[in-house]
């Protein structure tokens, strides 16, 4: 293995596409092509995956970056398992279930995490006039869910099942169907409500409020209960006050994302991609999410999915 064996956030604190890159440097820094799964054309992955790749080119680096856009976080992980990327983003609930082989993945994947990025918020959205106030009123309801092989399938469906809403007498209708297709969706009244995993604010989402009257339904209720079944991956955090129109904060569920690596590549190009990343941060955040900073100490904290040695090595060189 090139990169050595993946490092758990203790030790790193404390103390197919093999061939794409050329390995260790001759002294001049990494050389090479890496390519990052993103995400669907005009979402946040794929916005963030150009802007990453346009930070590493900025620098004139032998290093290079070619985002790939993709169905998302499920699709990503299976393709860096499977060796076609080499890097890959992924909600933290998805990159953990890939680790620990459960759920969606029917065996545990070699994923290693390079940092967590920034949080989604995971937005409800029903038509201000229509009769979802809450998680329970979907029942019985169609639901867009987000599209095949992204990660907000599996927090949309985690949500569901806390709210007894898969299964029984009245289930969910739950359709398939990304961003554009799910708020188009529910502008035209096909579905009663839409799922959304993304930064705020997003602006497709900014986009129908300002031409639909819509409300966001609170999720702070089930939080809780998710964190307590499945971990520090989700958060309860708020939509604020002034997102979107809104007169005062809505209370949902967060869930981290991270940039997630193959175990096999060079420790020097992860060093050198999170140098870019800490460096630039602000812009490249900026192009998914208002107000987010990234910290050391927020970035190291990628649950059961180990740091790449290279990621436990830059930590350890630039924070001790």
């Given at each position: ?48 995956g ?144 839409v799922?959304?995993?993304g930064?705020?604010p ?19 209720d ?8 499945y ?55 900026r192009?998914v999410t ?8 927020f ?11 290279g ?10």
């Open positions: 293995m090139i990169g050595g064996a993946p490092v758990t956030r203790r030790a790193a604190l404390l103390g197919g596409a093999a061939a794409v890159l050329a390995g260790c440097s001759d002294g001049g820094g990494p050389t090479g092509s890496l390519r990052l799964a993103s995400g669907p054309e005009g979402g946040p992955y794929n916005a963030f150009r802007s990453f790749a346009d930070a590493v080119a900025a620098g004139r680096r032998r290093l290079s970056v070619t985002p790939v856009s993709t169905a998302a976080s499920v699709d990503n992980l299976r393709r860096l398992d499977g060796g076609s990327v080499d890097l890959a983003l992924a909600t933290a609930d998805a990159a953990e279930d890939a680790v620990l082989g459960r759920d969606t993945f029917a065996r545990p994947l070699a994923v290693t995490a390079l940092a967590r990025v920034y949080v989604n918020y995971i937005h409800l959205i029903a038509p201000a006039d229509g009769p979802v106030h809450e998680l329970a009123d979907l029942a019985g309801r169609r639901v867009a869910t987000g599209a095949a092989g992204s990660g907000l399938q599996v927090t949309a469906k985690r949500l569901l099942q806390q709210a007894a809403l898969t299964g029984g007498a009245a289930p969910v209708q739950e359709e398939t169907l990304g961003l554009a297709e799910s708020l188009a969706a529910l502008r035209a009244g096909e579905v009663d409500a799922f959304w995993s930064g705020v997003t602006p497709a989402v900014a986009g129908l409020s300002a031409q639909l009257p819509v409300r966001f339904v609170p999720l702070d089930v939080a809780g209960t998710l964190r307590e079944r971990g520090p991956v989700y958060s309860a955090v708020t939509l604020p006050a002034g997102a979107y129109g809104l007169r005062s904060p809505i209370g949902t569920v967060g869930v981290g994302n991270y940039l997630t690596a193959r175990p096999g590549v060079p420790e020097d190009a992860v060093r050198e991609l999170l140098r870019i990343l800490f460096d630039r941060w602000a812009t490249l955040l192009a208002a107000g987010a900073r990234l910290e050391p100490r970035a190291v904290s990628t649950g059961a999915v180990p740091l790449h040695p990621a436990a090595a830059y930590y350890r060189s630039v924070y001790g």
